[in-house]
C-alpha cells in the first residue's frame, strides 16, 4: 500500500498537507466547534444572549456581552473568556451538563483568537507553530482515514528517476508509440502505463523504448498487445512494478520465469495466455503477490490451490485470526458497554461462591450473605460476619483458602 | 479603432472573463491593447484527446474507471435491502410521531389522513460468507454479495426526483453543475483516444408506468468546457446518431473535410480566442475516430457464450439494461473514464409489487454479471462500481394498503446503494437504520460523502479538484463538510 503523496512529504507526526493549509482558518477550526457545542443554544433556532454562531457575520456581531473578538487584546476575548472559565464558573461555555471541549479544540480556538481571528485568512496564512500544526495534522490523518493504512509503503528496489525528468520523456514515448503514460500521484516519480490501446501494434521494439522509464514504473499494461517472452525480458528489469497486466498475450509458462525479479508485484493478470499449472511455480517467491487471474489458461483449479498454498504464511494468518478473535472480543464488550450503560461482567459475578463454610465462623455459608472480594463471591453465615470480612478482609485470607470449594472452577475472565 | 471594436465584439465574455482559456483571454485581452500581439500568438499544439490536470491523481488510486449504475425514481430499500421483519407485526398501524419527527411529506402523501406501516412481503436470506441479508427480488446480486458493501445509511434532503438526482448526480440540487463524470473528465482525463472520456447510457425498463423524465444535466458539464459533457449512446439503432458516412463519402474525403474544416476554425479562434472553439475542433476528431470505435465496440458477436450467459437472457437485446451493462465492460477495457447507465422507473408510488419485480428483472442478472465478468478479467480490482438511486421509499403506504399491495412515497432520511471495486472492502454492510427504516442510528453517510468516496477511489481529493467559477471555487462536494467513507474503504 502507499501512502497519499501528501503524507510521505510531510513529516510523520506533524504538519498537514497543502490541502489542509489552503482551507479557510475559520470553516477549518472555528465553525466545526461551533456547530458541535454551540450552534444548539447559540445558531439559527435559537440565539441566547442574542448570540448566534452559524455564520462568519453572525460570529463576528456577537451578541449581548458584546462581540466575541477583541482586536485590541486579543488574549481577553469574550469568547477565550467564556471557553476558559473553570469548571463550575456558570459563566463557562458550554454550560455545565453540555458535551465541552476537548483540549485539542481548545486549544485550536485559541491560537486562532490570538492569531486575529480573521475570516480571511486561510490556515496556512496564519503560520501556525508547530504544536497547532501537529493537531491539525492528527485531525487530518483521522480525517482521510490514514490511520486504516496499516501497512508499510511499497518498498522500490530501484531509485526512481525525478519526476520532472521522467515527465518529459514519459509525453514524447506516450505520443510517438500511441500509449498511455500518466502519472500515478501528485509530486511522487511514479508512472502508470497503459499499452493496451496500441493493441497488437505495441510489440518489443516498443517496450524496449519504455526501457528507460523501467525505474519509474509501477504500473504497466500490456495486455493485447504483441510482446514475446523478449519483451518480457525486458519487464523483469522493471523491479518497481507492483500491477502487471498480461492478460490476452501470446506469452507461456517461459515467460513466467522472467517475473521473478518483480519481488513489489502485488497483482499480475494472465488471463487468456498459455500458462499452465507448471508455469505458476515460478511465481512462488512472489511474497507481495496478492491477486493473480488465470481466467481462459489451461490452470486449473488444483494447480492455482497449489500456488495459493505455498504463498500462505500459515502462521501468519493464525496469528492474524487470534489477533481478529481478540479485537471482536473487545469491540463486542465495548458494545455492550454502549448500548446497555453497563460493562460487560465477569461470568461468576453471579455464580454460586467460592467457598462452603464461612471463612470468619466456619460455620456453612448462607447463601444470601455474600460479598465480592478480589473478582470472587465470598458467602458467609450471618451478616456480622460478612462485616468482619469486609473490615479486615486479610486476616481471613487463610481460612478462606482453606475453606474454597475444590470442584468450584473459578471463572477468571 | 474598427480591428478594437470588431474584436471586442467577437470576444466570447467567458474568454474574457472567465477561467476557461484563461490564457486566451490574456492574450486576447492585451491584444486589444497592442493588437501586434495576437499575429504571434503560439497556436495551440494538438492535445491528448482527454488530458488529465496537472497534479491528479493528488494520490495513488485503487480505481481507474467509474461505473455508475444509477436506479432512477428511487428503488424501495425495505423490499430490497434494508431487512426490518418486526415491521410484519405493525401491519397497518400508524407511523409513530417519535419517529417521523415532523420529515416533511411530498405532496403525493400529505393528504393522507393516515401512515399505515405496510411492511414488506418478501422473503429476506442470509446470502455469500458475509452473510449479508438480500431480499429475494434480486437472487443475482444476492450471488456476488461478498464483493458488496452495502451502505444502508444514505442520506439527503432532497424530497422530490429532479433535486434528488441533480443532488446526487451533479452536487448540488440547483442545476448548473457539472455532473460526476464530467468531474472525472475534467481532473482524471480518459485514457482512449477513440472513445469519449465519459458514455452514458438509458436503456428501457420494464415497470408497468411512464417513468420520471430524465434531463442532459445529469451527464452534463455544466461550467466546466463543454468538452466534458457525458455522450449519450442511443439505446437502439444506432448507437450515435449521424455517425456513419452518407454514400457517396468515404474515409478518405471525411479526412480532408476535417482537416480543413480545423483549420477554419484554428483561424476563427486566432481571432477571437473562444475556448468552445478548441472544443469542436476536438469532438469533430474525436467523432471522426468513433466511427471506428463504435462499430468495434457495438459487435458482441466474438463474446463467448459463456459471457453472454452472466448477464442474463435480455443481453442480445439492444437497448435493456443487460445489454447496457456488457457495454460498460466494454466501454471500461477500452480505457473509458466513466460509465453511467440510468435505468429508470422504480419511483413505486403505488403497485409495488406489480412492478418492482419487474424492474429487479431487468438489472438484477445483469449487475451480477458485470461483477462477475470485471473480476475473472482481473479488471473488478480497477473498475469503482456504484448502484443506487436518489432517496429511498418510506415505510409507510401511499395509497390504499393491502395485505398483497401497496406502494410507497418518496423518502430522503435512509436508503441504501452499493459499491463494489477497487478501492472498496466487499462482504460488508456499512451503517445502520432504526426498525422502521425511516431514520438512521449509526453511521450516517450524506450523498456528498458518497461523492467525496468516489473521488477518493480514484485518487482524487475531494476538496482539492475544484473550478473557479461565480466567485467561488467550486467543487462536486460543495461548500458543506464531506468527507470520503472510511469504514468501506479497503
Known amino acids: 500500500m502507499i501512502f497519499p503523496a501528501y503524507l510521505q512529504s510531510a513529516e510523520p507526526s506533524g504538519s498537514p498537507s497543502p490541502a489542509e493549509l489552503d482551507q479557510s482558518a475559520f470553516q477549518q477550526i472555528a465553525r466545526p466547534v461551533f456547530e458541535k457545542y454551540c450552534v444548539s443554544c447559540h445558531g439559527s433556532a435559537r440565539a441566547r444572549g442574542q448570540l448566534r454562531l452559524n455564520t462568519v457575520q453572525e460570529f463576528q456581531k456577537g451578541g449581548k456581552s458584546g462581540p466575541l473578538y477583541d482586536s485590541d487584546n486579543p488574549s481577553e476575548s469574550l469568547l477565550l473568556q467564556r471557553i476558559l472559565a473553570p469548571e463550575g464558573d456558570d459563566q463557562r461555555m458550554p454550560p455545565a451538563g453540555k458535551p465541552q471541549l476537548a483540549p485539542d479544540e481548545i486549544a485550536l480556538l485559541q491560537w486562532w483568537i490570538q492569531a486575529g481571528a480573521d475570516p480571511e485568512k486561510t490556515v496556512g496564512q496564519l503560520n501556525p507553530p508547530a504544536s497547532i500544526q501537529s493537531i491539525l495534522a492528527a485531525r487530518e490523518r483521522q480525517s482521510m482515514g490514514e490511520l486504516a493504512n496499516l501497512t508499510a509503503p511499497s518498498k522500490a528496489p530501484l531509485t526512481p528517476k525525478p519526476r520532472q525528468e521522467v515527465l518529459l520523456i514519459a509525453n514524447q514515448l506516450a505520443d510517438t508509440l500511441g500509449i498511455a503514460i500518466s502519472p500515478l500521484a501528485e509530486s511522487e516519480p511514479w508512472l502508470q502505463v497503459n499499452a493496451s490501446l496500441a493493441g497488437s501494434a505495441f510489440g518489443d521494439a516498443e517496450l524496449a523504448q519504455l526501457e528507460t522509464l523501467s525505474s519509474n514504473l509501477r504500473w504497466l499494461n500490456l495486455a493485447g498487445t504483441g510482446i514475446t517472452e523478449e519483451g518480457v525480458k525486458r519487464v523483469s528489469k522493471m523491479r518497481n512494478l507492483t500491477r502487471l497486466h498480461l492478460e490476452r498475450t501470446a506469452l507461456t509458462d517461459a515467460a513466467l520465469l522472467h517475473l521473478q525479479p518483480l519481488s513489489e508485484l502485488e497483482y499480475l493478470n494472465l488471463y487468456g495466455t498459455q500458462v499452465t499449472d507448471a508455469g505458476l511455480a515460478s511465481l512462488r517467491p512472489l511474497r507481495n503477490l496478492r491477486r493473480i487471474y488465470l481466467w481462459q489458461t489451461q490452470v486449473t483449479v488444483d494447480g492455482a490451490k497449489a500456488l495459493q498454498e505455498a504463498m500462505e504464511d500459515k502462521e501468519q494468518i493464525t496469528r492474524w485470526e487470534q489477533e481478529i478473535a481478540r479485537l471482536r472480543d473487545q469491540i463486542n464488550r465495548q458494545l455492550v458497554l454502549v448500548d446497555t450503560g453497563v460493562p460487560l461482567t465477569p461470568k461468576k459475578a453471579i455464580a454460586a461462591p467460592v467457598n462452603a463454610l464461612c471463612p470468619v465462623s466456619g460455620k456453612p455459608v448462607d447463601a444470601s450473605k455474600t460479598t465480592q472480594h478480589e473478582g470472587q463471591l465470598i458467602a458467609f453465615c450471618c451478616d456480622q460476619c460478612k462485616a468482619a470480612f469486609e473490615k479486615d478482609p486479610k486476616s481471613f485470607q487463610a481460612k478462606l483458602a482453606a475453606t474454597d470449594r475444590p470442584t468450584e472452577s473459578r471463572n477468571k475472565e | 479603432m474598427k480591428l478594437l471594436s470588431d474584436l471586442a465584439r467577437r470576444q466570447s465574455r467567458r474568454a474574457f472573463l472567465g477561467k476557461a482559456g484563461v490564457a486566451a483571454g490574456r492574450i486576447a485581452l492585451a491584444s486589444l491593447l497592442f493588437p501586434e500581439i495576437l499575429r504571434s500568438a503560439p497556436a495551440p499544439k494538438r492535445e491528448r484527446a482527454h488530458p488529465a490536470l496537472e497534479g491528479i491523481p493528488h494520490f495513488t488510486p485503487k480505481a481507474r474507471n ?53 411492511p414488506s412481503i418478501y422473503q429476506f436470506a442470509p446470502h455469500g460468507q458475509c452473510g449479508t441479508l438480500v431480499s429475494e427480488l434480486l437472487p443475482h446480486t444476492a450471488q456476488v454479495v ?53 458514455v452514458v447510457m438509458t436503456p428501457r425498463w420494464s415497470a408497468k408506468r411512464d417513468a420520471q423524465a430524465l434531463y442532459q444535466r445529469l451527464w452534463g458539464s455544466g461550467f466546466l468546457p463543454s468538452r466534458h459533457q457525458g455522450v449519450a449512446l442511443r439505446p437502439k439503432g444506432d448507437p450515435v446518431l449521424f455517425l456513419n458516412n452518407p454514400p457517396g463519402v468515404n474515409a478518405a474525403s471525411r479526412r480532408c473535410m476535417l482537416d480543413g474544416l480545423a483549420r477554419l ?55 435493456t439494461f443487460a445489454a447496457s451493462a456488457l457495454m460498460a465492460r466494454r466501454l471500461v477495457e477500452r480505457g473509458v473514464r466513466v460509465v453511467q447507465i440510468l435505468h429508470r422507473e422504480w419511483d413505486h408510488h403505488g403497485d409495488l409489487p406489480r412492478d418492482l419485480p ?19 478479467r482481473g479488471l473488478l480490482d480497477e473498475t469503482l462500481v456504484v448502484w443506487g438511486g436518489e432517496f429511498g421509499r418510506t415505510v409507510y403506504c401511499q395509497g390504499e394498503l393491502s395485505r398483497s399491495n401497496y406502494g410507497r412515497d418518496h423518502h430522503p432520511r435512509c436508503y441504501t446503494m452499493w459499491m463494489a471495486g477497487g478501492g472498496i472492502k466487499g462482504g460488508m454492510v456499512y451503517g445502520e437504520t432504526d426498525d422502521f427504516s425511516y431514520n438512521i442510528v449509526r453511521d450516517p453517510v450524506h450523498i456528498r460523502d458518497l461523492n467525496a468516496t468516489i473521488l477518493h477511489c480514484l485518487g482524487i481529493d475531494h476538496r482539492r479538484l475544484s473550478y473557479s467559477f461565480q466567485g467561488l471555487d467550486q467543487r462536486l462536494t460543495g461548500t458543506e463538510p464531506a468527507s470520503p467513507i472510511q469504514g468501506i474503504l479497503a
Open chain 2, 358 to 376: 419487474l424492474q429487479c428483472r431487468d438489472v438484477d442478472h445483469a449487475c451480477k454479471g458485470l461483477i462477475l465478468d470485471l473480476k475473472q
Open chain 2, 66 to 118: 467509474l461505473i455508475y449504475l444509477f436506479m432512477n425514481g428511487a428503488p424501495s430499500q425495505i423490499d430490497l435491502w434494508d431487512y426490518k421483519p418486526k415491521l410484519a407485526d405493525l401491519y397497518d398501524s400508524d407511523l409513530p410521531d417519535s419517529i417521523r419527527q415532523g420529515q416533511r411529506l411530498t405532496t403525493m402523501t400529505s393528504g393522507q389522513k393516515r401512515f399505515p406501516i405496510a
Open chain 2, 146 to 198: 461478498d464483493d458488496l458493501a452495502v451502505i444502508k445509511t444514505v442520506h439527503t434532503e432532497a424530497i422530490n426526483h429532479d433535486p434528488a438526482a441533480t443532488f446526487i448526480l451533479t452536487g448540488n440540487m440547483v442545476p448548473g453543475k457539472p455532473s460526476i463524470g464530467a468531474w472525472l473528465s475534467y481532473g482524471l482525463g480518459s485514457e482512449s483516444e477513440n472513445l469519449p472520456a465519459f
Open chain 2, 265 to 319: 476554425n484554428q483561424a476563427r479562434f486566432e481571432v477571437s480566442g473562444d475556448p468552445e472553439i478548441q472544443t469542436r475542433i476536438a469532438q469533430y476528431e474525436m467523432a471522426f475516430r468513433m466511427q471506428t470505435s463504435i462499430p468495434d465496440l457495438t459487435d458482441i458477436s466474438k463474446e463467448p457464450p459463456s459471457v453472454l450467459d452472466l448477464y442474463g437472457p435480455e443481453v442480445t437485446q439492444p437497448g
